[in-house]
């Protein structure tokens, strides 16, 4: 199947990756129908920093992802649905994880619902590599055992299970996607590169929680082409599948690596509230990729130096969204 020319619908479109997806699908010729998260402000997030070409060819539709009768009107009509739209914040996980569990759980199932009803040809579901917990061994392929450490982690897991279940119990052509930790302009400062960045380019010393966890880390665009590629496969539906670099960093590693980006030092110190609970912190996150190349031939072509050099020019011409003085959750 090719997304040239189908309607396609992308919840969560208002987000760092959901953005940059539109822009990828259009680009491919997609008809895209945008689902953002509705506000009395009308604002839609990152979706607002698209060039205005690519705009002026979305159809932006808002409500809420807990609203079965508005995900059902949103999913009518349309061929393929990229299915984002999460509550992603771990911390916020931890103060609020019944409002965690009722978007991503139950949201989900709102969004599988409407494709059965609209008949879409194919719909990518959205995991995460938190579901995995601390890799009990490396690098760690879709076999890996599932031990979600926070409520966001296991609310993912759920909705993963139960898009899979869609497929095994109504033939729903549903596949899941699970990006390890995916960074690049737009993104919010709850994650820690941009947090890194923003909080460097205004001050001497940065304040971040545990350093020594490391990361599987993949630039936004490679990670979007995975998103296209996986739907376009005809050989995805019912299967899981990682995108990640197939290398890992360290916290402090990457610190190192915005030192020298920048061209001087950076002086951390450790903010206890910035910790995870012991047993929730996820120490060590590796990714094998492998299942996405033999299946649809992803294969990352962004360097860590590299997509951090993008990511920094991108932030320095928009420091003024970010409040580097607070605790992002």
């Known amino acids: 199947m090719r997304i040239r020319g189908r309607k396609v619908l992308v919840t969560g479109a208002g987000g760092f990756v959901g953005s940059h997806l539109v822009e990828a699908l259009v680009r491919r010729g997609a008809k895209v129908r945008a689902f953002v998260h509705y506000n009395s402000r009308n604002d839609w997030g990152m979706l607002e920093d698209l060039p205005r070409n690519v705009m002026k060819t979305i159809e932006v539709v808002a409500g809420d992802l807990k609203d079965a009768d508005c995900i059902r009107e949103a999913a009518r009509g349309q061929q393929v649905i990229f299915h984002l739209a999460a509550l992603i914040g771990i911390p916020y996980s ?3 994880p019944r409002d965690v569990v009722d978007t991503n759980v139950n949201g989900t199932l709102n969004v599988l ?22 890799a009990q061994y490396v690098p760690m392929d879709e076999k890996h055992p599932v031990n979600p450490q926070s409520p966001y982690a296991a609310s993912k897991l759920g909705a993963d299970l139960l898009a899979l279940s869609f497929h095994r119990s109504f033939d729903l052509p549903v596949g899941v996607i699970r990006p390890f930790n995916v960074f690049g302009p737009r993104q919010s400062a709850r994650a820690v590169i941009p947090s890194i960045i923003t909080q460097a380019l205004l001050k001497k010393k ?5 350093v020594y966890p490391t990361r599987d880390l993949t630039f936004v665009r490679d990670t979007v082409n995975g998103f296209v590629d996986f739907a376009e496969c005809e050989k995805t539906a019912g299967e899981v599948a990682n995108l990640g670099s197939e290398h890992e960093v360290s916290i402090d590693q990457i610190v190192t690596l915005v030192s020298d980006c920048l061209g001087r030092k950076i002086q951390i110190q450790r903010e206890r509230r910035r910790i995870r609970p012991e047993k929730s912190e996820v120490e060590r996150l590796f990714s094998d990729s492998s299942r996405a190349k033999e299946l649809f031939g992803w294969i990352p072509s962004t360097s860590l130096k590299r997509g951090i050099e993008h990511t920094i020019s991108w932030l320095e011409k928009n420091l003024k969204r970010y409040k580097e003085n607070i605790y992002n959750i």
């Open 206 to 210: 940065i304040n971040l929680g545990s």
């Open 113 to 134: 619902n409407a494709a059965l009803d609209s008949g879409a040809e194919k719909i990518v579901h959205t995991s995460t590599s938190e579901i995995y917990g601390t």
């Open 94 to 96: 931890y103060i609020n």
